[in-house]
């Protein structure tokens, strides 16, 4: 089992930034991402990352200002995001993948733990 807990959500003004980071217990290797959550929508991958740091996908939205990272020992996983606008306002879900699964790094139907999730909310 793997816990995630994330950290580093907040308010800020559109143009600021906010850099979440997560923490696991474990790190299996595969993929790890992040993931917004909308009222009654299913989740959206915003940024992920997987072989151990050398393959990042970004969601079209998020391209340009968001970078996702791991640490040296990859257990912490970090999105700073910068030049932040009213629509990244979200729940944000860190997630990580303990198995070969066949959907893409930015489907949620990859990954088998999740964190609680860290609020971001941005004003105009």
């Known amino acids: 089992q793997v816990q995630l807990e994330e950290s580093g959500g907040g308010s800020v003004q559109a143009g600021g930034s906010l850099r979440l980071s997560c923490k696991a217990s474990?790190?299996?290797?595969?993929?790890m991402g992040w993931f917004t959550q909308h009222p009654g929508k299913e989740r959206e991958g915003v940024a992920a990352?997987?072989?151990?740091?050398?393959?990042?996908y970004y969601a079209d939205s998020v391209k340009g200002r968001f970078t996702i990272s791991q640490d040296n020992r990859k257990t912490t996983l970090i999105l700073q995001m910068n030049n932040l606008v009213p629509e990244d306002t979200a729940m944000y879900y860190c997630?990580?993948?303990?198995?070969?699964?066949?959907?893409?790094?930015?489907?949620?139907?990859?990954?088998?733990?999740w964190g609680q999730g860290t609020r971001v909310t941005v004003s105009s």
């Open positions: 997630a990580a993948q303990i198995r070969p699964a066949s959907a893409g790094a930015l489907f949620p139907q990859k990954y088998h733990y």
């Open positions: 474990a790190y299996s290797g595969l993929c």
């Open positions: 990352i997987c072989a151990g740091g050398l393959d990042a």
